[in-house]
């Protein structure tokens, strides 16, 4: 998913990012290039950011410029 697909996403779980943030976390974790999150980058961030498990880890911000 696109940015703004993404961010709704996350609004549905009432989870708030602005659009910069989501724009980050998918420049981030967007593995193959194509500008868009799909399920295999998906699950990589959700189990890397603390605000989605329970690790502690945070988001990596060696990842997110």
Excluded: M, Q, W
Aim: proline content about 2%.
């Amino acid at each position: 998913c696109d940015a703004e697909e993404l961010r709704a996403v996350f609004l549905r779980a009432s989870i708030n990012l602005p659009a910069e943030e989501v724009r980050a976390l998918i420049a981030a974790y967007d593995t193959n290039g194509d500008g868009k999150i799909d399920l295999k980058e998906l699950t990589v961030l959700l189990n890397t950011t603390s605000r989605f498990n329970d690790s502690g880890h945070g988001i990596k911000r060696s990842r997110v410029a």
